[in-house]
Nanobody, 122 residues
C-alpha cells in the first residue's frame, strides 16, 4: 500500500517562504510522477507544480511560476516544494499526489497525502 505524508505547512507573512516535503512509502519498486496540488475554500483542487518520474521535466501553474520550485530525491522517495514570495492568494490546503503519468488533472493521480495547510497573512 502506497502512503504519502506531507509536512512543512504553516502560517507565514506575505513575502515569506515555506518548504513542503512529501515522503512516499510502500511501493518503492517503481517511481511515480508527482504533483503538488492545492485547494482553497470553495475552489477546485488545482495543480501548483508537477514533476516527472526522473525529475527532468517540471510543470507549474502560471500563478506560481518564478516563485515555487518542485524537486525530488528518488533515492529518498521524497518530493519537495519550495515556495518563495508567498502571497495571501497562495493560502490553501496543499496535497502531495503520486501517479503513473505527469498530469495537471487530479484524476490522473492514484495516491494522495492527507494535505497540509498553508496560510499566508497580509
Amino acid at each position: 500500500q502506497v502512503q504519502l505524508v506531507e509536512s512543512g505547512g504553516g502560517l507565514v507573512q506575505a513575502g515569506g517562504s515555506l518548504r513542503l516535503s512529501c515522503v512516499v512509502s510502500g511501493r518503492t519498486d517503481s517511481t511515480f510522477a508527482m504533483g503538488w496540488f492545492r485547494q482553497a475554500p470553495g475552489k477546485e483542487r488545482q495543480l501548483a507544480a508537477g514533476i516527472s518520474r526522473s525529475g527532468a521535466f517540471t510543470d507549474y501553474a502560471n500563478s506560481v511560476k518564478g516563485r515555487f520550485t518542485i524537486s525530488r530525491d528518488n533515492a529518498k522517495n521524497t518530493v519537495s516544494l519550495e515556495m518563495n514570495s508567498l502571497k495571501p492568494e497562495d493560502t490553501a490546503v496543499y496535497y502531495c499526489a503520486a501517479g503513473d503519468i505527469a498530469s495537471r488533472w487530479p484524476n490522473d493521480y492514484q495516491y494522495w497525502g492527507q494535505g497540509t495547510q498553508v496560510t499566508v497573512s497580509s
